[in-house]
């Protein structure tokens, strides 16, 4: 399996430091594939109802981190140990940082899709809390309303007249 990948970066005109490229490569591609099983198995056994935003889960700070390692991998490799970059190498680096997190989604989507009873658990109890919610909003703005009197505090009509009588 080790052979055929340094084949495969022999086609992308790689001729230095190819296991460095592999074992870098790999470890980064990896990371990013548990960063998403691991946020998402933080997620499907918490009590929280809703996911964090992106940018509180643990797969985007190590997408993050591991896009760094990457770019600073790649500057170290081109500018002083080959010094130029081709076309090849360009393409490789490209889809090596769209790989990225697209294996932090397919581990996060593998697990979601393991656990399909503890989702639906969730998502009942986050409806039934939804609409305790909208109950306890429409119950708050009822008691806010003044009730209606029998037209004590509403202004005199314009023409003068107050009883329907007195207008005809």
């Not at 896009?67 to 080959?82: K, S």
């Not at 593998?110 to 969730?122: G, N, R, S, W, Y």
Request: charged share 20%; glycine share 4%; hydrophobic share 45%.
């Amino acid at each position: 399996m080790a052979q055929l990948y340094l084949d495969l970066l022999q086609a992308f005109g790689f001729t230095e430091m190819q296991l460095w490229i592999a074992s870098i490569s790999s470890l980064l591609f990896s990371a990013n594939l548990l960063g998403g099983f691991l946020s998402a198995f933080t997620f499907v056994n918490s009590r929280k109802y809703k996911q964090r935003p992106l940018k509180e889960r643990i797969s985007f700070r190590l997408f993050c981190f591991s896009e760094l390692i990457l770019f600073v991998f790649i500057f170290f490799y081109h500018v002083f140990m080959i010094e130029m970059i081709q076309t090849e190498h360009f393409v490789y680096w490209v889809s090596a940082i769209l790989m990225m997190p697209l294996l932090a989604v397919i581990g996060s989507q593998t697990i979601l899709v393991c656990f399909p009873a503890k989702m639906a658990e969730k998502e009942k109890r986050l409806q039934k809390e939804l609409r305790k919610a909208r109950q306890a909003q429409r119950q708050k703005n009822a008691d806010d309303k003044p009730a209606k009197d029998s037209g004590a505090d509403q202004p005199p009509p314009l023409n003068g007249k107050s009883s329907p009588a007195e207008r005809k």
